[in-house]
């Protein structure tokens, strides 16, 4: 099966702007979360998608939003960027069920100038 | 809230050599355990889950609720085994996975 696939890749916005992100989970799976990884932070949790509901959130502002699509497509949007904001954004999904193995997608390198 | 420790941010060893690579939780709960390993430019991938109890590239991991303590072990650590851990747990009801703040393993020729 072809892996939990992101786009784009890398991304260098201005401060202001909005961005959205994409991620393909595996064939299959319908739960996809997000998450955000800075040097400073470290790895922390976004949000998850399942069956087009958001189900669980992390704390992020309002400016964090995501979506997802009846094709377990998920999207998520950050509006009125921040310098903050530049981190890798990675996205994972997971069939429903025990045990909740998450597989990463390779993230999307977002840099805010 | 849960937490996951990891308290060693860098851990240099030898070809050969035992390598531990500690991890301490807190959860009220009975949480799931993982260890996750990232090398150089490849995403992040799962290496053991403590449900399964299983030997993956020779480390295993043992959950100590006592000590609530999910330590990564390997007898003999390769030069290939050089790569960044996190550890991470997830709520028993739940789809949050909350990492640790990772190891950098470097093993030495």
């Known amino acids: 099966k072809a892996g939990v696939t992101q786009t784009p890749r890398y991304l260098i916005k201005t401060r202001g702007q909005q961005v959205t992100l994409s991620c393909s989970p595996i064939?299959?799976?319908?739960?996809v979360s997000w998450y955000q990884q800075t040097p400073g932070q470290g790895l922390q949790f976004l949000f998850e998608y399942f069956s087009e509901t958001q189900r669980n959130k992390g704390n992020f502002p309002g400016r964090f939003s995501g979506r997802q699509f009846s094709n377990s497509r998920s999207e998520m949007n950050v509006s009125t960027l921040e310098l903050g904001d530049s981190a890798l954004y990675l996205c994972?999904?997971?069939?429903?069920?025990?045990?909740?193995?998450?597989?990463f997608g390779p993230g999307t390198r977002l840099t805010v100038t | 809230a849960q937490r996951v420790t990891q308290p060693e941010k860098l851990l240099s060893v030898f070809k050969g050599a035992p390598v531990e690579l500690k991890c301490n939780y807190s959860y009220s709960g009975s949480p799931e355990l993982f260890w996750y390993v990232q090398y150089s430019r490849q995403r992040l991938q799962l290496l053991l889950r403590?449900?399964s109890r299983e030997s993956i590239k020779g480390f295993t991991a043992d959950l100590n609720k006592g000590e609530t303590s999910f330590h990564l072990k390997k007898p003999f650590a390769q030069e290939e085994d050089s790569a960044m851990y996190y550890c991470a747990l997830m709520e028993t009801s739940g789809s949050r996975l909350t990492f640790g703040e990772g190891t950098q393993l470097t093993v030495n020729p």
């Open positions: 064939s299959g799976h319908r739960s």
């Open positions: 994972a999904s997971s069939l429903q069920g025990a045990p909740k193995e998450q597989y």
């Open positions: 403590h449900i």
